[in-house]
């Protein structure tokens, strides 16, 4: 494959996405321009410009990571991964001695089968190419690499792509303080899209820790670039490809940069978001993230214990991410709390949809309330159900 042309649907990508937002991060992609869109197992596959794929790094909420398909062969063992990674694309284009890199597998092939062994093969194949052309190879740099390759192993081909990021995307630069077990940012924001709140009702998460889902959800709201962050748009690897084309993606960070709104498209209000968390120090590390994020004069913080909330009187979205016994907390003290939610949310909150993270069936039980849709979700690894209860 060579330099890419701005026009035409020349990257093939897939998107890393989490395990359970696969669907709605589809839908984010065909909204930000993605054609030939298809869920797959903890991604989603697309086809996109050069433009396109420089959106989505700015404006894409869901993925964690957006890869471009440099090459596809079949591959049935050692030998077929060695010889196709050689053949797969003009080398001295994208990985000169002086670039370091690194590489990630996932999947495997006949005697491929563990992924670190396949990764040595990887780079065994380009460092004894770069020695046959140039008697010199690129560093292996695990931290910050100038290109990292990520190979794909399954169904008897060999998928290898380059990461536009470089690092994970769901770190977007405004979260220095997180709390206890805090949820990823684009996880945070998969689960808002999962509830189709626009910004018109109210939005409470009454545990709501250091803010991340209230912060992704008004960030949303008012159209802020997960990819930009207080001094324009962060530094990603793409930026440094050997086509890069820099006018290009100074265009696409205009376009981003011009969605920012301190109101909703149509001019009206954002509705009133609130946060209560009972921790002090965590209050204090929601209010810092929302300021980093450039969101706090649309978010309400207040210390204090979630029995007590009470809710503005247009009835709106609950969210929230109580502790489920997996890493905070223990279960028996637990199923009191969550009894107790249950009491004040039908006391107080009538008319109000609640949408719950649980990673243990037996607390939600407590709540004494039917959910009316269970979406599985994976958050870091545990199995949970993103429920929704319509209170009334
Ligand atoms: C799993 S964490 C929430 C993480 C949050 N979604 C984030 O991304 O940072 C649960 C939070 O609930 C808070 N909490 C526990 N019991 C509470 C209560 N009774 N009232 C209010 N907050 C409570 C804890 O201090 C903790 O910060």
């Not at 808002?192 to 912060?215: F, K, N, Q």
Request: aromatic fraction near 6%; include cysteine; charged fraction near 20%.
């Amino acid at each position: 494959m060579g330099i890419t042309e701005p026009g035409g649907d020349s990257i093939e990508g897939i998107a890393v996405v989490p395990p359970g937002l696969e669907a709605p991060a589809a839908e984010e992609l065909i909204a930000l321009g993605c054609r030939a869109v298809a869920p797959l197992r903890r991604a989603v596959r697309f086809r996109s410009d050069l433009a396109g794929y420089y959106r989505l790094h700015l404006q894409a909420r869901l993925p964690f990571r957006l890869l471009r398909q440099l090459a596809s062969f079949p591959c049935h063992g050692r030998d077929d991964l060695y010889d196709g990674v050689q053949r797969a694309v003009d080398w001295a284009t994208w990985l000169p001695p002086s670039a370091s890199f690194r590489v990630d597998v996932s999947g495997t092939a006949p005697g491929l089968n563990h992924s670190h062994y396949s990764a040595l093969q990887v780079k065994n194949a380009l460092v004894d190419l770069q020695r046959q052309q140039w008697g010199q190879r690129s560093s292996i740099d695990l931290e910050a690499p100038d290109i990292s390759l990520h190979l794909h192993l399954g169904g008897g081909l060999a998928s290898l792509s380059v990461d536009g990021s470089g690092s994970s995307l769901h770190r977007r630069g405004y979260r220095a303080a997180v709390g206890l077990a805090p949820l990823k940012e684009n996880l945070a924001a998969g689960l808002i899209a999962l509830t189709g709140w626009d910004g018109r009702r109210p939005l409470a998460d009454p545990l709501c820790g250091s803010g991340t889902l209230l912060i992704e959800a008004v960030r949303m709201a008012l159209g802020r670039a997960p990819g930009l962050g207080p001094e324009g748009a962060r530094s990603f690897a793409l930026e440094r490809w050997p086509d890069a084309q820099s006018a290009l993606w100074q265009q696409e960070v205009r376009a981003a940069s011009a969605l920012a709104r301190s109101c909703l498209a149509d001019q009206q209000p954002l509705a009133p978001v609130l946060g209560l968390e009972q921790d002090p120090a965590v209050l204090a590390q929601a209010q810092a993230n929302a300021e980093a994020a450039g969101v706090a004069p649309w978010i309400r913080l207040s210390g204090g214990d979630c029995r007590d909330f009470i809710p503005p009187e247009q009835p709106g979205v609950l969210v929230c991410n109580p502790p489920y016994g997996e890493r905070l907390g223990h279960s028996d003290a637990l199923e009191g709390l969550y009894g107790d939610l249950g009491r004040m949310l039908k006391e107080r909150c009538s008319g109000w949809d609640l949408w719950l993270l649980s990673g243990n069936p037996e607390l939600t039980g407590a709540l004494k309330m039917k959910a009316s849709r269970r979406i599985p979700i994976s958050n870091g690894g545990i199995d949970c159900r993103w429920l929704h209860y319509a209170i009334r």
